[in-house]
T-cell receptor, first 113, second 112 residues
Framework: AQTVTQSQPEMSVQEAETVTLSCTYDTSESDYYLFWYKQPPSRQMILVIRQEAYKQQNATENRFSVNFQKAAKSFSLKISDSQLGDAAMYFCAYRSTGNQFYFGTGTSLTVIP | DTGVSQDPRHKITKRGQNVTFRCDPISEHNRLYWYRQTLGQGPEFLTYFQNEAQLEKSRLLSDRFSAERPKGSFSTLEIQRTEQGDSAMYLC??????????FGPGTRLTVT
């Protein structure tokens, strides 16, 4: 079974600075999708960024970018120019070919003004 | 397009009672997922529908759990003979494609 590991339960960053959240996963599949989701306090989960495993180019969405290392099974999220609204729980997720999504335990991000 | 909605938002029930939750996906989304999320954990996959067909079901899912999507639109998740360990947030998500999901606000279940 696929597993997703987020080894940083909590992270903090100064406003306007850059922070990187880590994620590793375990799989025997070659074709899959990876995601970062954001869950603000008491609000619903929203997609931050998506990466297709067959694409070598790292995905970027405005201030959010990923570092996808397929051989190392690593998928980190970089948030540049951090804003107060970025404070949330961030979940790394893996989608298998069987249409199941596996989530990590999350990283709680605090943005310090 | 009003997003994924879930009803009720909160449910308190006594152990042993049955509960049913409803999820209304975004219109035209043919894929629908149910998850369970406990405090401090990420969402745990429960089941997946494509249209009205239930294509995937977690092996961790007890026989007390059942889900339906009778007309390929809204879905229901029923838990029979609830236990205290069933207390969690139950999330629904829908999508038009395999590689994205739009989540609802969740139903928080408390079993006393």
């Amino acid at each position: 079974a696929q597993t997703v590991t987020q080894s940083q339960p909590e992270m903090s960053v100064q406003e306007a600075e850059t922070v990187t959240l880590s994620c590793t996963y375990d799989t025997s599949e070659s074709d899959y999708y990876l995601f970062w989701y954001k869950q603000p306090p008491s609000r619903q989960m929203i997609l931050v960024i998506r990466q297709e495993a067959y694409k070598q180019q790292n995905a970027t969405e405005n201030r959010f970018s990923v570092n996808f290392q397929k051989a190392a099974k690593s998928f980190s999220l970089k948030i540049s120019d951090s804003q107060l609204g970025d404070a949330a729980m961030y979940f790394c997720a893996y989608r298998s070919t069987g249409n199941q999504f596996y989530f990590g335990t999350g990283t709680s991000l605090t943005v310090i003004p | 397009d009003t997003g994924v909605s879930q009803d009720p938002r909160h449910k308190i029930t006594k152990r042993g009672q049955n509960v049913t939750f409803r999820c209304d996906p975004i219109s035209e989304h043919n894929r629908l997922y149910w998850y369970r999320q406990t405090l401090g954990q990420g969402p745990e996959f429960l089941t997946y529908f494509q249209n009205e067909a239930q294509l995937e079901k977690s092996r961790l899912l007890s026989d007390r759990f059942s889900a339906e999507r009778p007309k390929g639109s809204f879905s229901t998740l029923e838990i029979q003979r609830t236990e205290q360990g069933d207390s969690a947030m139950y999330l629904c998500a829908s999508s038009p494609r395999a590689y994205e999901q739009y989540f609802g606000p969740g139903t928080r279940l408390t079993v006393t």
